[in-house]
């Protein structure tokens, strides 16, 4: 289309009212040159390329003829990614304004007047289908990748486990009136149906033959406390309806086991990297608690860890204690190998892999599950580590975990011992007292005028003069020896070790 008036698109709030009629649309613009699709593949490949800012073919061919002739004049283009596209490749000068927008919307209210030869159902059915084919390329819709089918799936596979425990209960307790034993005997619930269902009555069991259903040493241990039951005895219609009930337990235990092939072949075409990193039941259920794959991959790892434990992170939050370890991804095969201790550590580093896998899941164009498989081998390698007390450094801003023992401090005082430093030859004490008396003569005068003193003393009190002379004597005699030996002998300070 040409523009005819350049003068009126000026006025851009008022432009609308140049095209509320066809004929006031013909005088704005003309028809310059109109080209069809020859199917809705070509239309869609052209809007697709539109969308996406590229210049399609045909577009291309049609530029290169008609707006060639007239390259002096400007190219008025809704799109500005567009416009700059078309200036690179052709060399034509685009203009992108509020201006062009309007133009482009009065044009589009008006072009089956504008295009001649064109019915207006024919247009219809061509938008119509148009349309329809866009959203579907937008969305990238594809049947595989259908995700509702997997939250249904999960959501009946967990109602039908809650249903086939209350079944086999009834069942167990019921039958229990009439044969109490076989409940001990037989453990696995499927079993115990399968036999009660083609056996009935227990009298009935010394004369059949239960061996395809039982090993042969449980079924003598059945048959001999069939013969000695303490059970009361039921009526036919009793087994019958008793029978009924066995019969729904081993119809929908083998709907559970269809249904879970099903979910496993399901989970591995939606997402097969997250199937490989926490399993079918475990990915199933977190896709299912988000509601869809793309929700699921919009959350942080930190959210994918508590996934399913809401109430106890708002309650903890709310009482001040400590919050939730893991939610769902607790039943994951990696967190149930690990010890108490290393759960919350393997639980933060399995959600973190999880979560990479999920979006590579959602939004890569690749189907195949090798990078679940390395993620799961990291994982598997941490765990390892950790069992093994060998704590390192995965990652460069990763902090040690090895603690150190509280240190305490303990100081022993040792004496040093002079007697190794002594080069004098060893002398006896006698001989010792001798020349440290010869030497010094002031301590035997202080000796005497103690003595002298002493003798005073005793004198005056007179109770036990001899006893104490002799004890004064022994403590004088040591104190010389003390002396003398301080004197002859150097001694060396005490070393403290601390």
């Given at each position: 289309?040409?523009v005819?008036?350049?003068k009126?698109?000026?006025e ?11 004929e006031?649309a ?6 310059k ?5 020859q ?6 490949a ?8 590229k ?7 049609i530029?290169?003829k008609?707006?060639?002739k ?10 500005a990614?567009?416009?700059?596209v ?8 685009c203009i992108h304004?509020p201006?062009v927008?309007?133009?482009m ?8 007047g ?5 019915p207006s159902r024919?247009m219809?059915a ?8 866009l ?13 509702t089918?997997?939250i ?13 425990n209350?079944y ?11 044969f ?5 005997i037989?453990?696995?619930?499927l ?5 009660v ?7 009935n ?7 395809d259903?039982?090993?042969e040493e449980?079924e003598?241990?059945v048959?001999a ?9 039921v009526?036919e219609e009793?087994?019958?309806n008793?029978i009924?009930?066995?019969?729904q337990?081993?119809?929908i235990?083998?709907y ?6 099903y979910?496993?072949?399901r989970?591995?075409a939606i ?12 990915g199933?259920?977190l896709?299912?608690?988000a509601g869809?794959?793309l929700?699921l991959?919009?959350?942080p790892?930190?959210?994918v860890q ?5 109430k106890?992170?708002f309650r ?6 400590d919050?939730?370890k ?5 039943h994951?095969?990696?967190v149930?190998?690990t ?5 919350g550590?393997?639980?933060r ?10 979006r590579y899941?959602a ?8 990078m ?5 081998l990291?994982?598997?390698t ?5 069992e093994?007390?060998g ?8 902090k040690a975990?090895a603690k150190?023992?509280?240190?305490q401090?303990?100081s022993e005082?040792?004496v040093?011992?002079?007697?190794g430093?002594s080069?004098?030859?060893?002398v006896?004490k ?5 020349e ?7 301590v ?5 005028k103690?003595k ?10 007179g109770d ?12 004088e005699?040591q104190a010389?020896?003390?002396e003398?030996?301080n004197?002859?002998l150097?001694t060396?300070?005490t070393?403290?070790?601390?």
């Open positions: 289309l040409q005819l008036n350049e009126k698109l000026q851009v709030d008022s432009l609308w009212k140049e095209f509320e009629t066809p006031k013909n005088k704005i613009v003309k028809l040159h109109f080209e069809k699709f199917d809705t593949t070509e239309a869609l052209a809007s697709t390329a539109l969308v996406e800012g210049l399609s073919k045909n577009l291309k061919k530029l290169k008609i707006v060639a007239d390259a002096h004049e400007q190219l008025a283009v809704a799109d990614k567009l416009g700059g078309i200036k690179d490749k052709l060399n034509l000068s304004s201006m927008t309007e133009l919307r009065g044009i589009r209210s008006q072009i089956e504008l295009i001649t030869g064109l024919e219809a061509m938008c119509l289908g148009l349309a329809h084919s959203s579907r390329y937008k969305l990238k819709f594809s049947p595989d990748k259908v995700d089918m997997i249904q799936a999960i959501s009946l596979l967990d109602d039908l486990d809650k249903e086939l209350n086999i209960m009834r069942c167990r307790e019921w039958y229990g009136w009439h109490p034993e076989l409940g001990k037989i453990t696995d619930n079993t115990y149906c399968k036999c269902r083609k056996v009935g009555d227990r009298s069991f010394a004369s059949s033959d239960v061996s259903i039982l090993p449980i003598e241990d048959k406390a069939a013969e000695i039951s303490m059970g009361t005895e009526s009793d087994i019958n008793i009924h009930l066995c019969d337990v081993i119809e235990s083998e559970r086991t269809q249904l879970y092939d979910l496993k072949n989970m591995m997402a097969p990297n997250l199937t490989v990193m926490v399993g079918e039941l475990v199933a259920r896709i299912a608690h869809s794959l929700n991959a919009k959350h790892a930190s959210t508590l996934l399913g434990a809401e106890a992170l903890a939050l709310k009482t001040k204690r919050t939730p893991f939610g769902l991804i607790y994951a095969s990696l149930g190998q010890n108490a201790k290393n759960k550590k393997i639980s580093m399995l959600a973190a892999k999880t979560a990479l896998t999920i899941d939004l890569g164009e690749n189907t195949s599950a090798e679940g498989a390395e993620n799961r990291k994982v598997e941490r765990l390892r580590l950790l093994e007390r704590i390192r450094r995965i990652s460069g801003t990763g975990l150190t023992d509280k240190y401090n303990k005082v040792k040093f011992d002079p007697s430093d080069t004098l030859p060893v006896s006698k001989r010792k007292i001798q440290v008396e010869d030497q010094d003569t002031e035997p005068v202080k000796a005497k103690s002298t003193e002493m003798k005073e003393g005793t004198a005056v009190e036990e003069p001899v006893k104490k002379k002799k004890k004064k004597k022994d403590k005699k010389e020896e003390e003398a030996l004197e002859e150097p060396s300070p070393v403290e070790v601390r």
